[in-house]
């Protein structure tokens, strides 16, 4: 059985793939919101990316090098900015999220931010700025019927690690644009945030 790949490490792989191969991506979900805010477990990595169709064929076969990669997800992820999974020799899995052309999946590459994940070497991954990640947390909750504690926990906990360094008029701004207001507000008093 193969040894078990540390979630750094794996992001890490995937994203040298990405970048041989000029396509831009950010890491997201609960890994990235740990780098900014409260640290919790993974059982997978979210990465998005700006793929277009014509990048597809070439990056696929880059990746099935190292991992299984269902085409005809990969194919429709492109078609429909929806999600396309990697999976490795171990088992672990790397969500590929195929960004669109929304405020938030434009707003997520723009915005993204290059840190140093490991020192010796050097070695970075560029991750979704706190802003962005406290957005698309909400978003994905209130997809999911605003049920889910991982979600939340996650947002007020970047909210409180954040606090000030975060352009909160910007982002009460950005969330009532996307419907997301009064969850924004609640986040903040959870977090004890005045704006």
């Keep these: 059985m193969a040894e078990v790949t540390d979630p750094i490490t794996l992001a890490l792989r995937v994203a040298a793939i990405l970048d041989e191969h000029d396509i831009s991506y950010t890491l ?7 780098m900014f805010g ?3 477990g993974t059982i997978d990595i979210d990465m998005a990316i700006r793929l277009e169709s014509q990048q597809l064929d070439d990056l696929v076969g880059a990746l099935d090098i190292e991992f299984y990669v269902p085409i005809e997800a990969a194919q429709r992820a492109v078609a429909q900015s929806t999600s396309f999974n990697l999976i490795d020799e171990t088992g672990f899995k790397v969500d590929l999220f195929v960004l669109g052309n929304s405020l938030l999946d434009r707003r997520q590459l723009e915005h993204r931010r290059r840190i140093m994940v490991r020192d010796d070497p050097p070695q970075h991954l560029w991750v979704t700025a706190p802003a962005e990640q406290v957005l698309r947390k909400l978003e994905w909750y209130q997809a999911g019927g605003c049920v889910s504690e991982r979600q939340w926990r996650d947002v007020v906990g970047i909210l409180r690690a954040q606090g000030t360094a975060l352009d909160l008029a910007d982002l009460v701004h950005t969330a009532a644009s996307m419907g997301l207001g ?3 507000v609640a986040a903040l008093e959870d977090a004890e945030i005045s704006t």
């Design 28 to 34: 997201g979900g609960s890994l990235a919101s740990s």
């Design 182 to 184: 009064e969850l924004l």
């Design 38 to 40: 409260e640290p919790r």
